[in-house]
Nanobody, 125 residues
Framework: VQLQASGGGLVQVGGSLRLSCTASGLSFDDYAIGWFRQAPGMEREGVAY????????YWLEFVKGRFTLSRDSAKNTVYLQMNSLKPEDPAVYSC???????????????????WGQGTLVTVSS
């Protein structure tokens, strides 16, 4: 199983980025994808979660209304659209996969089995 995260970069405050997470080697529809981020000196935190099968989502309160999730099962890819980026958003963003029938707290990163490498998001003021 492999997860590939991409799309990070440098953007100004108020700008947008779209992150992608592409999975291979698993039955994509049976999984949920979580996005997590970790800034220097901070703990990893859950940003967003989407169930591939039914599209249900969960969000970190701070990003609600600014970030959106979408999925493309034909491409085994989940997209995290990040708009109105704030100075508090820079971090390494990673995606992870967990079977959607696990019934875990979506933000509990220790429950996710498969991880992609991180992609760096930088926001300049």
């Amino acid at each position: 199983v492999q997860l590939q995260a991409s799309g990070g970069g440098l953007v100004q405050v108020g700008g947008s980025l779209r992150l992608s997470c592409t999975a291979s080697g698993l039955s994509f529809d049976d999984y949920a994808i979580g996005w997590f981020r970790q800034a220097p000196g901070m703990e990893r935190e859950g940003v967003a979660y989407i169930s591939i099968r039914d599209g249900s989502t969960y969000w970190l309160e701070f990003v609600k209304g600014r970030f959106t999730l979408s999925r493309d099962s034909a491409k085994n890819t989940v997209y995290l659209q990040m708009n109105s980026l704030k100075p508090e958003d820079p971090a390494v963003y990673s995606c992870a996969a967990v079977r959607s029938d696990r019934g875990i707290p979506w933000f509990d990163y220790e429950e996710y089995r498969y991880w992609g490498q991180g992609t760096l998001v930088t926001v300049s003021s």
